[in-house]
């Protein structure tokens, strides 16, 4: 399953991320892919705001992880641009650090295989020159078919085509 939204601003990106935020539980994943510039770092923005922090989100990605408290979740923000081994990204030991809270991979994509079985994938690609994203939002795994219309409920003002209905 998975949803097209468009975003015209960066506050938009992270006002989706505050979207997604109140379904997230302990344990959920979500690798965020895209180009350089495209939004990952703005959406995990949205993201840990949404959760309850108020403190500043940046990229992680000299510091290959960050964690940001107090939340509603704590919140693992990895970057995993620069890791050249699979090793190197175990050693993180990402799974483990965020069992209680959310973890947000950027450029996730690359190590896909090891996060959660059930995940969230969420794609940003920029549309022009200016502010416009294309995000999609797909699932991984079982674990979101439960929350899977609440999702589009919280998403539907940013559907790339809302009269499209559930795109699969």
Sequence with gaps: M??????????????????????????????LTGELGSGKTTFAQGIARGLGFDGHVVSPTFTLVREYRPARL???????????????????????SAEDGVLLVEWGDAVEALLPDGHLVVELSIDDPGDERTIVVRTEGRTWLPRWERLERQLESWRADPAAGEAS
């Excluded at 975003?7 to 006002?15: C, D, N, Q, V, Y």
């Excluded at 693992?76 to 050693?91: F, K, N, S, T, W």
Aim: glycine share 6%.
């Design 2 to 31: 998975h949803l097209e939204l468009r975003a015209s601003t960066a506050e938009e990106t992270r006002s989706i991320g505050g979207a997604v935020s109140p379904l997230l539980s302990p344990g959920d994943a979500i690798a």
């Design 74 to 96: 704590p919140v693992i923000h990895a970057d995993v641009y620069r890791l050249e081994r699979v090793q190197d990204v175990l050693d993180l030991e990402l799974e483990q």
